[in-house]
């Protein structure tokens, strides 16, 4: 069994990943151009999320106009403006 030191193999660790670190070298222009593709992906999908509410709300407001229209255009029985039978309450008889 090989038995090491804690601090070893921290050290070893943490030379190696300095040694990967050093090699890595950015664009200059990395951030501008990450920040860039961010915004336009981010004006993109709210544009998109803009279009979709308004295709949704324009095709509930024409559902609903449709609804409308094919209601019966003759009085139905609640409305027909006719006379409904007339209910007297002076008189209660009692039924015993």
Do not use: C, K
Not at 79 to 86: E, I, K, V, Y
């Amino acid at each position: 069994m090989n038995h090491t030191d804690p601090d070893r193999t921290e050290r070893e660790l943490t030379e190696a990943l300095a040694a990967l670190a050093d090699g890595v070298r950015a664009a200059p222009d990395a951030y501008r151009t990450a920040r860039g593709e961010w915004l336009r992906r981010e004006r993109r999908r709210r544009l998109v999320l803009a279009v979709l509410i308004t295709v949704v709300f324009a095709l509930a407001t024409l559902i609903g106009l449709w609804v409308l229209n094919e209601a019966p255009s003759h009085p139905g029985v609640i409305f027909s403006g006719l006379p409904g039978p007339q209910v007297s309450t002076r008189y209660v008889t009692w039924v015993t």
